[in-house]
């Protein structure tokens, strides 16, 4: 395996055109992208000291995949989750859709430093990014045999919605990894797409906006100098 090869280069789509063609050809609307990163971001905000430590990233990640999951069903994706990576896959499409918390590189571009999962990833994404870069001896004998057996759903691409939330901003892109590090992150991608998410309508009650289907938003200009 080869994962933890140095990553290739990066293809970058960045500007609102090429962001909406880009998902469109892969037949995924940005909305989706969006409204799940302001759910993790409304969710983050929403802990209290009274909480587990940690809580508030982990609740950020769980109603993120929630909410991608959610609404790539009604896009004629189903369910699958081998070795619990929760995964959304598209047979008619050939692609596969994850959630991650990313490191502070995420949704930044023109840097030479790409992003990374915050959270390190077992031998299942491995399997996943070899899929990615078209290994031909991926099977065959150099993964387990409980992964092994997940080799029909590792056949598509596996995309990543990357979401890093702070206090006051949202950080998102819908990725392609390639590579991993020795610590088992995500530190390779081949193409990336960049996803510009408003914040949530910070005047309303947060209560309200976990009990609505819709958030209300309004638009933020990020500064990422």
Not at 58 to 82: I, N
Not at 178 to 195: F, P, Q
Not at 201 to 218: F, G, K, P, Q, Y
């Amino acid at each position: 395996m080869n994962a933890t090869a140095e990553p290739t280069s990066c293809l970058e789509f960045v500007s609102p055109i090429a962001v909406r063609n880009k998902l469109s050809a892969l037949g995924i609307p940005d909305a989706i992208f969006v409204k799940a990163a302001q759910r993790a971001f409304v969710e983050k905000a929403n802990f209290v000291i009274f909480d587990p430590v940690g809580a508030d990233g982990t609740d950020a990640w769980r109603y993120a995949v929630r909410e991608v999951r959610q609404q790539l069903d009604r896009e004629g994706f189903r369910l699958d989750d081998p070795n619990n990576l929760p995964l959304s896959v598209c047979d008619s499409r050939q692609i596969n859709v994850t959630v991650s918390s990313g490191d502070q590189m995420t949704g930044v571009f023109g840097h030479p430093k790409l992003p990374k999962s915050k959270n390190i990833k077992g031998a299942m994404f491995l399997a996943a990014i070899d899929r990615n870069l078209d290994q031909d001896d991926l099977f065959p004998d150099s993964l387990p045999e409980n992964i092994v057996k997940f080799g029909q759903t590792l056949s598509y691409p596996t995309w990543v919605f990357l979401v890093r939330i702070t206090e006051e901003e949202i950080f998102a892109e819908f990725s392609l990894p390639s590579s991993m590090d020795a610590a088992g992150h995500i530190d390779g991608w081949s193409e990336r797409i960049l996803i510009e998410v408003p914040l949530p309508d910070e005047a309303r009650n947060i209560a309200d906006d976990l009990d609505s289907d819709a958030i209300d938003i309004v638009p933020k200009i990020i500064n990422r100098d």
